[in-house]
């Protein structure tokens, strides 16, 4: 059975997709500023495999030296459920490492769940929006819809398009009897302003679920203190875990490889991307 070949509207929603989730995958990644690290350790690497897998395997290879990878649990577990082994990948890379030799477990938050999950969702809600408001806005450029004979048919097409065009003054001939037209509307709504509002509700709430502040609305007058207040606590909840998580890996990278390795929010021109949220450092 031949595939079906896909229609020019299936590759503008994908690449819209693509275009979103590159979007907030890079503010994503972007979050968190890493300093000490090993030569040739590159704070994306980790970020990027905590973003994909929700953890990642600081290892010191005996031959490779200092590298952080994506990983998968490789072994039994002990009594609190924890995995005694780490499987390490990498571009020709693949060995397994105990919890207890030289490595250490980076998780992405306490569940070790990944951030590529919350971005594919939302992502794709927002896609989803974006192509009914291209819709909406189309269909105010077909209002109506015109019955007529076959021998009329031309010449209304023709008077539209001039329409169309800004013509001050239309002619026609007299034989055109405009008032036997059968013209229907097709009453579509514009609805399109609605659907930016609701897209901008829906990235702001995947904004809070990362961690990184926003409006939360586009209403910002309505909102109260305790409103501000409570947007502003989720915010700091949702990023002060995945801090920490970091935060406990560093302190034991330190502890066991002699390295002065630190980690806090990324700061930007007018403060951290978080709001009000105190950062913490690993090392001395």
Known sequence: MSRKKPTINDLLREKLFLLTYERFKHLAID?????????????????????????????????????????NPDGG???????????????????????????????????????????????????????????????????????CNEKDLLTLKN???????????????????????DVHLTNAPY????????????ENEMLTLLGINNANTDKKERLITDEVNANNQFIMMNVSYMLQMRQQAVEEINQKFGLNITVKLKEVEHGTVHSNLKTVEGGE
Not at 50 to 64: M, Q, S, V, W, Y
Not at 159 to 181: C, H, M, R, W
């Open 31 to 71: 979050r968190f500023e890493w300093d000490g690290l090993p030569n040739g350790m590159k704070p994306q690497y980790i970020e990027s495999s905590l973003f994909e897998h929700g953890k990642a395997l600081f290892i010191k290879d005996p031959i490779l030296g200092f590298l952080c990878l994506p990983c």
């Open 77 to 147: 577990m002990n009594v609190y459920g924890e995995f005694l082994q780490y499987r390490a990948f990498g571009m020709g890379y693949d060995k397994s490492f105990d919890v207890d030799g030289d490595c250490v477990l980076i998780k992405n938050n306490p569940s070790m769940s990944s951030t590529h999950d919350v971005v594919m969702v939302y992502s794709n809600r927002i896609t989803e929006l974006e192509k009914t408001m291209m819709v909406n806005i189309t269909q105010q450029k077909t209002p109506y819809i015109v019955a």
């Open 159 to 181: 008077i539209f398009n001039k329409v169309s065009e800004g013509e001050p003054v239309i002619y026609a001939d007299k034989q055109l009897q405009l008032d036997t037209l």
């Open 191 to 202: 609805v399109a302003d609605k659907l930016m509002l609701h897209k901008h509700e829906v």
